[in-house]
């Protein structure tokens, strides 16, 4: 008879990979804290680390389906930089209200995906090309639009995106009640989620993991979830920024794991000839990637901007290093095919501990340029060696 | 002249536990043109390629006794070293470097490392004028045809101080006028004493010009002829084909319908040279319940003609229509060919076929998310129960469907694609070489899968280039040569010399039919 469980040993052994970067997390973190004396995971910095870091991670979601396809985008930091351009001009020259800036300014980021769509999927131009192009012609349109100077303030109504935080319904004095109770409405869901998947894997047979090591992480998740809530709740409760951001997760990971658009970009990633063999429209599944990309760069563009409270013509460079990175740092495959949602989101995080760790340490800029650089290596080496363990 | 230059005694060469050269002696004379010919598969290149030391020294048994000495050749340099020089089917020239260039790649006329370019010109030159090639050395190689690049490497082996020349189907792609030229330029070197093997399937030119013909079938040695007025075509043809046909193939209980399936005047021309036609006016058909086969050698168009009924997936279509149940299709894109019932499993199935990455469930789904999902989005129980049937149905050994195909044996990986094309529930599948590279027991069982697919009335279009495979599975075969159909064989008249001399006399010219009713 088959076995119906793996033995603990097999699924440390098997799920390593998938787990590695959430436990170097988690190691950075413990890292940090100690170093900084406790000043990382204040209620404070922990806020501070998100959305210092929201942007970045909203790109890296379409970053990585770009990478999955086995491509990459290039000009996000431009077009990040392009939008903020945008919307302060119509705001502040032209007095137009909030609602349809940031309507046109998703629209904006869409065309100029579309644009990298066009002569990657259709004229067949190599992704590095067309974005490197990409890079230099936003960041010039940029220039253009601010005519190199910088444009502020925002009206205020613009930042709620960015610095806002969610109301509290019960006006708690000290804590932030509501989020408290989102922290804990969560924690059931996500038994519920465990218990439901758990379930339907028995009843087609799979085998399942042990009941100890699936309590061990429920117990673990949980503790996560709600030591976040609670940080956030004392001081100003959860920011709009990671509500957008839990959301645009659950709908990127369900739009990658259960539709078929999504496996077609896997497919294409995978084997791009077998795809098209298979009757994918493989062209057209690239070209909305990146008008997906061009999106969530917008979005990530308006959140950047009403964060700075300020659109510069030097805004966001660097970006789209940063966002690449995170989709590789949390385990995609550079010549596509490989790679998850929640991967890129740890891996941006990882990044982002770093940056934050080590700016509290008072650590200069060049030297944490130097370490992510490393970071990075030594993420995908392991990776690397990883897989060539589990081969053999 | 009766001293010989090569002699290799008892190869034996395995790969994954099948032989492909089973104890074959080949024995070449000094000074002699010596051709190698036989069936696709028959083991002509995998002894050519122990010979140049493709496959080194310890990955098979035997000896190589070359000019008395043995050699224990480890890489293709020790063999060129001592004037062993092949070339192979591909050409291996660098397409964006001049003819110059590549006539001395990897043995560079130079001086402590730096180039010396006109010598390097004017020798190039004077190896052109004496292969008869009118060309300037310094012209960008990928803007000549494809017979003057031949010429080049031949002029390439020349440098090498060359012995023993050996030319893998060297006038696959020449027209009549280069072949001419080619083969006498072996001649010639005949003359200036350097041995040649000539590998090819075109025997009018063996029998031209090879002074002996050795035979391979199945990975042995048939015979040796010597090549005299009394030697015809039809004795070479009767000793490559002639063998015993297991009896692995599985019967089936024919049940054949009205025709479902029909090409007319279907002319193809490659994408990027609309002169070159690949496929030339070819019509077909195929019933219902038929099992109908294209055979042909390598180059025939084959896999290109089935590409291209495939959703227009080679080539550029110059004319043709297709038919399904007598009505004419529109079959632009690959979707429209799923949607009107065609499924075409490829011969590459690690390059078109597979995503060697991902499971074996994800494989089978991927050209049917129609049948498991609702609004786009995937239904994965109903995935699982599916890819779960095939994989018990079809017998495929993988630890569950969550296996990543690249981890599965060739067979298994095979049975993975063909669940796919049968999950997207076609009418007509195109099997493309189903059984290449795979082992007996797989084999037998894509037999029976194919048996049973006819048995449920689909109509199945096999092409293989293993004959005896084509022979006992199909009702009909085509038999295809140079892009064209230059015969239809069914019932007593479908035999492997039939199907030989069908092409045989196609590359003579002239078109013959047999058991046409």
Redesign the interface.
């Known amino acids: 008879m088959e076995k119906t469980k793996y033995s603990i040993k097999d699924t440390l052994k098997s799920n390593i990979r998938k787990y590695t970067m959430l436990i170097a997390l988690v190691a950075i973190m413990i890292f940090f804290e100690i170093l900084t004396k406790g000043i990382l995971l204040k209620p404070l910095n922990i806020t501070n680390l998100i959305l210092q870091n929201s942007y970045i991670l909203i790109m890296a979601i379409g970053m990585l389906l770009v990478i999955i396809t086995g491509n990459v985008d290039l000009s996000v930091g431009s077009v990040v930089a392009l939008i903020g351009a945008v919307a302060a001009n119509l705001m502040i020259k032209h007095n137009m209200s909030v609602v349809p800036v940031i309507f046109i300014s998703l629209l904006i980021g869409a065309l100029v995906g579309a644009w990298h769509g066009f002569w990657i999927a259709f004229v067949k131009i190599p992704a590095f090309i067309v974005t490197l192009s990409g890079m230099l012609l936003f960041r010039g349109l940029t220039l253009v639009i601010l005519k190199g100077q910088t444009l502020a303030p925002f009206e205020k109504s613009y930042q709620v995106l960015s610095s806002g935080f969610i109301k509290d319904i019960f006006n708690g004095q000290n804590l932030h009640i509501t989020t408290i109770l989102v922290g804990i409405v969560f924690s059931i869901a996500y038994i519920f989620y465990e218990y439901k998947d758990r379930s339907?894997k028995i009843k087609?047979g799979?085998?399942v993991t042990p009941n100890r090591l699936v309590i061990a992480k429920i117990i673990l998740i949980i503790i996560a979830i709600n030591l976040t809530t609670y940080s956030l709740a004392v001081y100003k409760g959860i920011p709009n920024v990671l509500v957008l951001l839990f959301f645009l997760v659950l709908i990127y990971s369900f739009i990658a794991n259960?539709?078929?658009?999504g496996?077609y970009i896997?497919?294409i990633g995978?084997?791009e000839?077998?795809?098209?063999?298979?009757?994918?429209?493989t062209d057209k599944v690239l070209f909305w990637v990146y008008v997906n990309m061009g999106l969530l760069t917008a979005l990530a563009g308006i959140v950047f901007s009403g964060r700075l409270n300020a659109a510069m013509p030097r805004a966001g460079q660097g970006f789209e290093l940063d966002a690449i990175a995170a989709c590789y740092i949390g385990g995609a495959?550079a010549s596509g095919?490989?790679g998850t949602i929640i991967g890129a989101i740890i891996g941006g995080l990882v990044m982002g501990v770093l940056n934050n760790g080590m700016s509290i340490l008072g650590i200069g800029i060049d030297w944490q340029q130097a370490i992510k650089g490393l970071v990075l290596l030594i993420a995908v080496a392991f990776d690397a060696y990883t897989k060539s363990k589990v081969k053999n | 002249m009766s001293d010989y230059i090569l002699k290799m005694l008892n190869i034996t060469k395995e790969f994954y536990g099948i032989k492909a050269l089973d104890n074959v002696n080949f024995e070449v004379q000094q000074g002699e043109i010596h051709a190698l010919v036989g069936e696709n598969g028959a083991g002509k290149s995998t002894l050519i390629n122990v010979l140049g030391g493709v496959y080194p020294y310890g990955t098979y048994k035997g000896k190589i006794l070359y000019e008395g000495k043995e050699c224990k050749f480890t890489d293709i340099r020790q063999s060129e070293d001592i004037g062993i020089v092949i070339i192979h089917q591909e050409l291996t020239l660098s397409p964006y470097l001049t003819c110059a260039e590549n006539v001395f790649l990897g043995n560079e006329q130079s001086k402590n490392g730096i180039i010396d370019w006109g010598k390097t010109t004017v020798e190039a030159k004077r190896l052109f004028e004496k292969i008869g090639l009118d060309e300037d050395p310094n012209s960008i190689v990928n803007t000549l045809g494809i017979g003057k690049q031949q010429l080049i490497e031949i002029a390439k082996a020349l440098t090498k101080s060359v012995k023993l020349l050996i030319l893998d189907e060297p006038t696959a792609a020449l027209n009549e006028e280069d072949s001419h030229k080619l083969l006498n330029l072996l001649l010639e070197f005949k003359k200036n004493g350097i041995t040649s093997i000539l590998i090819s399937h075109k025997l009018k030119e063996v029998l031209k010009v090879a002074d002996r013909i050795t035979i391979l079938r199945d990975g042995s040695t048939v015979e040796t002829l010597i090549n005299d007025e009394n030697l015809k075509e039809e004795k070479i043809i009767k000793a490559m084909v002639g063998r015993d046909i297991g009896d692995y193939y599985p019967t089936r209980y024919a049940n054949i319908g009205n025709v479902f399936f029909e090409i007319k005047n279907w002319t193809v021309a490659d994408a990027l040279d609309q002169n070159r036609k690949i496929i030339d006016d070819v019509g077909l058909q195929i019933r219902k319940g038929e099992v109908v086969g294209i055979a042909g050698l390598m180059g025939a168009g084959r896999t290109e003609l089935a590409m291209s009924i495939f959703g227009e997936s080679f080539g550029k279509k110059l004319s043709g229509d297709i038919f399904i149940d007598n009505k004419k299709a529109d079959i632009k894109s690959v979707d429209k060919a799923i949607e009107n019932g065609i499924a075409y499993v490829t011969e590459d199935r690690k390059t078109y076929g597979l995503i060697l990455i991902d499971s074996v469930k994800n494989n089978i789904s991927l050209s049917n998310f129609k049948k498991i999902s609702k609004n786009a989005i995937i239904n994965k129980n109903e995935e699982i129960k599916a890819s779960e049937k095939y994989k018990n149905d079809f017998n495929i050994r993988a630890k569950d469907i969550l296996q990543n195909t690249e981890d599965l044996s060739g067979g298994n990986q095979q049975k993975v694609v063909l669940s796919r094309w049968i999950f997207s529930d076609p009418s007509l599948l195109i099997l493309d070489e189903p059984t290449r590279g795979i082992d007996v027991g797989a084999k037998r069982e894509i037999y029976t899968i194919i048996n049973r697919l006819a048995e449920e009335g689909k109509s199945i279009l096999m092409i293989s280039s293993e004959l005896p495979e084509l022979l006992k599975m199909c009702d009909r075969i085509y038999v295809m040569n140079q892009g064209r159909i230059v015969g239809e064989l069914s019932g007593d008249m479908q035999t492997a010399e039939n199907v030989m001399t069908c092409i045989m006399r196609d590359i003579k010219g002239g078109q013959v039919e047999y058991g046409k009713n």
């Open positions: 339907n087609y799979f085998r259960k539709t078929v658009v496996r896997y497919a995978g084997n000839k077998a795809a098209r063999l298979s009757g994918i429209k495959s095919g490989i």
